[in-house]
């Protein structure tokens, strides 16, 4: 398992991205740390799902831009 250091290491965005850039974030709670499954922006001073619209209701420690994924990729 990775730490959290390592993780947060992954996730080299500083400050608040442009509201316009849709963007992975990382997130912890009591359990530790994961990534959502979904792209996030920030706007308002808040963190919103790209998708829906909706609050993330979780602790955001860090965000990146969106990883290219390469084809025939796991």
């Not at 530790?32 to 792209?39: D, E, M, N, V």
């Not at 996030?40 to 602790?59: I, K």
Request: aromatic residues 8%; contains cysteine; proline residues 8%.
């Amino acid at each position: 398992m990775a730490t959290r250091e390592k993780r947060l290491a992954q996730f080299d965005g500083l400050g608040a991205p442009p509201p316009e850039q849709a963007v992975e974030v990382l997130c912890e709670d009591h359990s530790g740390t994961y990534q959502l499954p979904f792209a996030c922006r920030f706007v308002d001073g808040q963190w919103r799902n790209d998708q829906s619209g909706g609050a993330v209701e979780a602790t955001v420690i860090g965000w990146r831009l969106p990883r290219v994924k390469q084809p025939g990729a796991a």
